[in-house]
């Protein structure tokens, strides 16, 4: 269910160059989150941005508590990373509709692609499918080393990490998506998983339908209510016959099946 409270800030922890880790005490929006899913934040004490910024929900602390990983970009995450602890914050979450892992608990091995702060909502989702028991490899790309965050919270997971860097200076050197493309028939995938910017995401897109693995995808749309209310986050999906149409990314998505997406809108 969703809900609208005060979260208190438990720490700030700033991870690298104007990216933090956000630690919040909100039991009632951990309690029902799932991977996929965002809280849309009010990043001010006034109305002015009047706006909430939606953040992906990276992981859950130990009980109540919820962790974001985010890029200062402008006013209203620069205001969240002036935030101490024990202030509040006014959250509304859990939003949108997340990944969906396969029912079956047998024998599942799944792949994650991540392109840079994509690993945001896949850590959460890596650690669901462990739990599950199901088998996790995790591409994870980044510009440089120095923009590959988490790495050590994704390797306690016990998960299968592959990193791939574009200047070569950690992991393998290259796109992520042609990293996993070189595992991809051998890896004989029930699903795959992908977030980050939306041209890794075509190109991901068109390898899981070669490879006729089901695929899904979270996008991102600037959002202004989060609720299905004001049609300002729409993406284009094509219908099985490729008919075109639009859904609200925040209630429809931000998780789509990857091959409803239209990549060339
Ligand atoms: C569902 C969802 C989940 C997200 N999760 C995360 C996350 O976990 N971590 C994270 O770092 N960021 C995430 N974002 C992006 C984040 O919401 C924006 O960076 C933030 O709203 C910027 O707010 P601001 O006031 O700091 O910057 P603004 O002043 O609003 O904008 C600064 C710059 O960022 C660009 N920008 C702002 N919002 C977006 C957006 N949604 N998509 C593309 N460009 C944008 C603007 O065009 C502008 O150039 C997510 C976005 C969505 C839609
Ligand atoms: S942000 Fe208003 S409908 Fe999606």
Known sequence: ????????????????AGVYLLHLYAPDVAGSA?????????????????????????????????????????????????????????????????????????????????GGLGVVPLLFLARRARARGYEVDFFYGAQNGERLFQAAALRALDINLHIATDDGSAGWSGPVTKLWEQYLQAGDYDRAYACGPRAELKEFAR?????????????????????????????????????????????????????TVDWED
């Not at 979260?7 to 991870?15: F, I, S």
């Not at 001010?44 to 992981?59: A, G, K, Q, V």
């Not at 695929?215 to 986050?233: I, P, Y």
Request: charged share 20%.
């Open 34 to 114: 799932q991977p996929g899913q965002f809280v849309h934040i009010r990043c001010s004490e006034t109305t002015d941005p009047l706006l909430r910024r939606p953040l992906s929900i990276h992981d859950l602390g130990k009980e109540g508590e919820l962790i974001f990983l985010y890029q200062v970009k402008g006013r209203g995450t620069a205001w969240l990373a002036r935030q101490e602890p024990g202030s509040k914050i006014d959250i509304l979450g859990p939003l949108g509709r997340g990944f969906t892992l396969p029912a079956s608990k047998i024998n599942i091995r799944i792949a994650l692609v991540a």
């Open 207 to 259: 390898l899981a339908g070669e490879a006729a693995i089901p695929a899904e995808v979270s996008l991102e749309e600037r959002m202004a209510c989060g609720l299905g209310a004001c049609r300002g986050c729409v993406t284009a999906l094509r219908d099985t016959p490729g008919n075109r149409y639009y859904e609200n990314v925040c209630t429809g998505g931000p998780v789509f099946d990857a091959a």
């Open 1 to 16: 269910m969703i809900q609208n409270l005060e979260a208190e800030v438990l720490a700030t922890e700033q991870v690298g």
